[in-house]
Nanobody
């Protein structure tokens, strides 16, 4: 019922920057609120891992591997979450997925995922 559309992936050299965006929307007549939005990533042959999460009313939390380099932010009015990635390293190469924990107007909670966007960092 909720669609997450990601953008901003691409290829950069080590030390470069990228900014990912993820916008949440729903079909006409469907209303919802967002409990939290997060970014995950999955590298080839590895499990999907949490990169950063921003809960409503809480402080952002980051994986140790990206602290000090990545910044998650939200625009509540646009229902959009961003991931600013600076100082990129080859080990940051992965497909990045947006995640949203939502509460629908009828009171049920659902988790939704974006389609993923590729980030490739070359050395």
């Amino acid at each position: 019922q909720v669609q997450l559309v990601e953008s901003g992936g691409g290829s950069v050299q080590a030390g470069g920057s990228l900014r990912l965006s993820c916008a949440a929307s729903a079909a006409s007549g469907v209303s919802f609120s967002i409990n939290s939005m997060a970014w995950y990533r999955q590298a080839p042959g590895k499990q999907r891992e949490l990169v950063a999460v921003f809960s409503s009313g809480g402080s952002p939390k980051y994986a140790e591997s990206v602290k000090g380099r990545f910044t998650i932010s939200r625009d509540n009015a646009k229902m959009t979450v961003y991931l600013q990635m600076n100082g990129l390293k080859p080990e940051d190469t992965a497909v990045y997925y947006c995640n949203a924990d939502t509460r629908m107007s009828w009171g049920q909670d659902y988790t939704f995922w974006g389609q993923g966007t590729q980030v490739t960092v070359s050395s």
